[in-house]
T-cell receptor, first 111, second 113 residues
Framework: DAGVTQSPTHLIKTRGQQVTLRCSPK?????VSWYQQALGQGPQFIFQYYEEEERQRGNFPDRFSGHQFPNYSSELNVNALLLGDSALYLC??????????FGPGTRLTVT | SQELEQSPQSLIVQEGKNLTINCTSSKTLYGLYWYKQKYGEGLIFLMM?????EEKSHEKITAKLDEKKQQSSLHITASQPSHAGIYLCGADGKGGGADGLTFGKGTHLIIQP
């Protein structure tokens, strides 16, 4: 049983560009959450998708958007990249009301 | 908004010794989660606590939830090199795991041989 997978592993982008990160949830999970983890900090909640809709959102600007597909996989899009967007982006999946399982993350570097 | 404070921030322990990590919340805890993270990698789920006074154990790791104190502790017995890493506590606002989690900054654990 494959766990949560994320792609790509690493990514380098330039300020002002746009980026798309992808996540495939663990088998049997229908909820996907995205987190941003800056160096030396705990993960910060970006948003959560359930039934292809954004169900909950953290304190992140509209430059951060997402999508969930019918097969429960998800994408995180970030527009107009800033240097401060450099971080490890983590995807977590869960079945509703159960614990969240995390993927290995995507390391985004903005230069 | 809920804030979680972890203590200590870092911990160096000799192999074989016991240790405790604490997580204190600014608000009532409905669901408390413990994760372990190797540097730059994803989080590994350890335990979820949902009821006051609840205590769970897995191998040499025990976690407790003190609802009145809005606090949780993680205790490792007879530490091993494999226990080294960053321990993170996370909480959700309503319990049940359906919400986005708020995390502490983590406790960096180093095991000295």
């Amino acid at each position: 049983d494959a766990g949560v997978t994320q792609s790509p592993t690493h990514l380098i982008k330039t300020r002002g560009q746009q980026v798309t990160l992808r996540c495939s949830p663990k088998s049997g999970h229908d909820t996907v959450s995205w987190y941003q983890q800056a160096l030396g900090q705990g993960p910060q909640f970006i948003f959560q998708y359930y039934e292809e809709e954004e169900r909950q959102r953290g304190n992140f600007p509209d430059r951060f958007s997402g999508h969930q597909f019918p097969n429960y996989s998800s994408e995180l899009n970030v527009n107009a990249l800033l240097l401060g967007d450099s971080a490890l982006y983590l995807c977590a999946s869960s079945r509703e009301f159960y614990e969240q399982y995390f993927g290995p993350g995507t390391r985004l570097t903005v230069t | 908004s809920q804030e979680l404070e972890q203590s200590p921030q870092s911990l160096i322990v000799q192999e074989g010794k016991n240790l405790t990590i604490n997580c204190t919340s600014s608000k009532t805890l409905y669901g408390l989660y413990w994760y372990k993270q190797k540097y730059g990698e994803g989080l590994i789920f350890l335990m979820m606590l949902q009821k006051g006074g609840e205590e769970k154990s897995h191998e040499k790791i025990t976690a407790k939830l003190d609802e009145k104190k809005q606090q949780s502790s993680l205790h490792i017995t007879a530490s091993q090199p494999s226990h080294a890493g960053i321990y993170l506590c996370g909480a959700d606002g309503k319990g049940g795991g359906a919400d986005g989690l708020t995390f502490g900054k983590g406790t960096h654990l180093i095991i000295q041989p």
